[in-house]
């Protein structure tokens, strides 16, 4: 079989050292591979490319389609964006996979029977990176949801679960507060379940599902979640089977795929050769899969589990009663070589065929609905008269009110404080104001320009809008508490 070309980045700090070995064992293991290195990271951030990435590193990722990369340092301070979010985003990686299985008992942990797979959205979400300080008080981050991003995330899960032979899909959401976002989420997740008939699905809510999660990990199987949810979820799981370092991210597009650690690059511990190459090594495991090499996938997964049931351990999951040799970097991936072509015996070993159980050719719907414009919310900074809601209530119903569009709510974060009496003393620069139109009746974009109008004759000063819409007569925007 020929090779396949891959990308691959030795990142910073332990980087280096860990891809090296990872390197080795992949290649006496059989990996049939063509490597193009790339450089990305901190030195490439501090070059003035603010996204930690090349013209170069970029060509070398659109050739591949196959990304295996080591963590990376990005400089402290501002001004940089996140490369695995600039990667996710401009190559469409939307799915994030993490499994999450116990290693009992050579490896300590409270929950032996453990084993579930988390599978995060990857490219929405408050991940969007869309933030705005909005006065001199108060700052925004947009949460966006779609539901085409939705339906790819929930149908790509249940896929898993079938071809990986797993049983249950639990979502996670928080949509009791987060109606439309999370919301939709829910419902794509409801809708999408019936299709799968033989696969149980179950919702939580986000905050006592994470308690469930981390007192009773074993009741879980596959997890479908939102993308911060998902960041936030997957560590604690990762926690939960003995060791972050032994968590591997994989992140599936329709076309690449980028394989990963989810540990840091830990410049505390860089150069000393006694990182654990485990989380690196084992994401080579899926990326073999990936590209039809399930069976070096088999041989390395088995050696490595052979290599923990031995006992030869890194210092981070060394420990005097279950371990029987201390080693660093470079002994930990020549132990694994010594046992290539061994499988565990209280371990339970692996099988893998050649086809991948990651196809990400989700199909999504086309929504068709009938779209009005009803209204606006208007979003002043104020911190006239005492911050008094009345005054500016009764300044924006005698100064700011067109023959369409009405006063009916203002809103201080997020509380109904006009109209009526509010015994709260404590407000913030940032108002909502919303107004509507009677009964609904549509608006133009010229009757909301002529009310931002009449804002800025009031020396008002609107610092944004967000339009209200109703889809086939139903609203498209959240109710303000009290209605």
Known sequence: MSNVPITVAYGDGIGPEIMKASLLVLQEAGARLDIETIEIGEQV???????????????????????????ITTPQGGGYKSLNVTIRTAFGLFANVRPCASYYPSIDTRHPMMDMVIIRENEEDLYAGIEHRQTREVYQS????????????????????RKNARRKVTCFTKDNIMKLTDGTFHKVFKEISEDYP??????????????KLADQPEQFDVVVVPNLYGDILSDV????????GLGVSSNIGEEMAMFE?????????????????????????PMLIHIGQGDVAEALHNAWLTTI????HTRDIYQTDRSSQLVGTMEFAQAVIARLGREPERLRPVHYGQESPMDAHMPTTTIVSEKALVGVDVFL????????????????????????????????????????????????DHWRCRFESPDNQPVTHMQVLELLQQANAAGLDFIKTEHLYTFDGKAGYSAIAGE
């Open 381 to 428: 900074d104020w911190t006239d008269a005492d911050r008094d809601p009345q005054a500016l209530g009764k300044k924006l119903e005698a100064e700011v009110n067109t023959s369409t569009l009405k006063l009916t709510k203002i809103t201080n974060r997020g509380q109904n404080v006009y109209p009526g009496e509010v015994h709260a003393a404590f407000f913030v």
């Open 45 to 71: 951030y501090l070059r003035g490319h603010k996204a930690g990435i090349t013209d170069h590193a970029w060509d070398s990722l659109q050739r591949t389609n196959v990304f295996y990369k080591a963590p």
């Open 142 to 161: 947009l949460k966006l949801i779609s539901r085409p991003g939705s339906e790819r995330i929930v149908r790509y899960a249940f896929e898993f679960a």
């Open 261 to 285: 650690a989810i540990h840091g690059s830990a410049p505390d511990i860089a150069g000393r050769g006694i990182a654990n190459p485990s989380g690196l090594l084992l994401a080579a495991v």
């Open 309 to 312: 049931e031995d006992g030869i």
């Open 237 to 244: 799981a990762a926690q939960l089977t003995g060791s972050v």
């Open 198 to 211: 033989e696969i149980k699905s179950e919702h939580w809510i986000i905050d006592i599902g994470t308690a």
